[in-house]
C-alpha cells in the first residue's frame, strides 16, 4: 500500500517565477492538506482540500493556490515567487469518516523549494 | 487559538534508555486531539502516536506513550529503550478545526532534536 507520495523531491526558482507542486494521497484518503515548513519551524497550514473544493485556508496570500483533481491527488501552486518562500512542502492525506470528520493525517516525503 | 509549546530545543539520551519529550497545548475547545511526529534528516514527518481529549487511558504503540495529564494541559511522549534510529526532530500538534464541518487543521510545536548516542 503505497503512502503519500509528492513531486519533485527538490526545486529551485528565482524570484518572481511560478512553481506547481504534486501530491498523490494515500490508498483510500481523500482529504489533502499542504503544510509549509521553514527551517527550523514546524509546518505552516496551507490549505485543505475535500471533494475538489478548498475547504479552509491558513493565513497565506492569494499567490498560493490549489487544485484537487477527481482522483484526490493534489497540486499547490505557488506564483510570483519571494526568497521567503523557500521551505519544505509537505502535503498531508486522511480520510473522511461517516461523520464528516477528518481522521489522523498522514505525510509525504515533501518538497524543498529553493528560491534564489 | 490554539497553541503548543515544546520547551526542549534539543536532547540526549543513552542507546537503550528511556527519554520523555515535553509538550503543553492551550485551547479552550473541550474536544481536542493531541499528536507526536517524527521528522528524521530526510524531511518526511511520520506519525507515531494520537490521544483524544476524551480517552480515559493514556495511549501507547510500541515503545512511544504519551504520558496525557488533561488538568496541566500537558501531553508529554515517552521513548522507551531508545535506539540509535530515534535520532530525530519530533513534534507535537493538536488538532484544530471547526466544529460540525469536518474540517481540521494541525497545529505544531517549533520541535525537539532528540540524539540517542551509542
Known amino acids: 500500500d503505497a503512502g503519500v507520495t509528492q513531486s519533485p523531491t527538490h526545486l529551485i526558482k528565482t524570484r518572481g517565477q511560478q512553481v506547481t507542486l504534486r501530491c498523490s494521497p494515500k490508498?483510500?484518503?481523500?482529504?489533502v492538506s499542504w503544510y509549509q515548513q521553514a527551517l527550523g519551524q514546524g509546518p505552516q497550514f496551507i490549505f485543505q482540500y475535500y471533494e475538489e473544493e478548498e475547504r479552509q485556508r491558513g493565513n497565506f496570500p492569494d499567490r498560493f493556490s490549489g487544485h484537487q483533481f477527481p482522483n484526490y491527488s493534489s497540486e499547490l501552486n505557488v506564483n510570483a515567487l519571494l526568497l521567503g518562500d523557500s521551505a519544505l512542502y509537505l502535503c498531508?492525506?486522511?480520510?473522511?469518516?461517516?461523520?464528516?470528520?477528518?481522521?489522523?493525517?498522514?505525510f509525504g516525503p515533501g518538497t524543498r523549494l529553493t528560491v534564489l | 487559538a490554539q497553541k503548543i509549546t515544546q520547551t526542549q530545543p534539543g536532547m540526549f539520551v543513552q542507546e537503550k534508555e528511556a527519554v520523555t519529550l515535553d509538550c503543553t497545548y492551550d485551547?479552550?475547545?473541550?474536544?481536542?486531539?493531541l499528536f507526536w511526529y517524527k521528522q528524521p534528516s530526510s524531511g518526511e514527518m511520520i506519525f507515531l502516536i494520537y490521544?483524544?481529549?476524551?480517552?480515559?487511558q493514556n495511549a501507547t504503540e510500541g515503545r512511544y506513550s504519551l504520558n496525557f495529564q488533561k488538568a496541566r494541559k500537558s501531553a508529554n511522549l515517552v521513548i522507551s529503550a531508545s535506539q540509535l534510529g530515534d535520532s530525530a526532530m519530533y513534534f507535537c500538534a493538536m488538532r484544530e478545526g471547526r466544529r460540525n464541518t469536518g474540517f481540521q487543521k494541525l497545529v505544531f510545536g517549533t520541535g525537539t532534536r532528540l540524539l540517542v548516542s551509542p
Open positions: 498531508a492525506s486522511s480520510p473522511t469518516k461517516l461523520a464528516g470528520v477528518t481522521d489522523t493525517q498522514y
Open positions: 490508498s483510500g484518503h481523500d482529504t
Open positions: 485551547t479552550s475547545d473541550p474536544s481536542y486531539g
Open positions: 490521544q483524544g481529549s476524551y480517552d480515559q
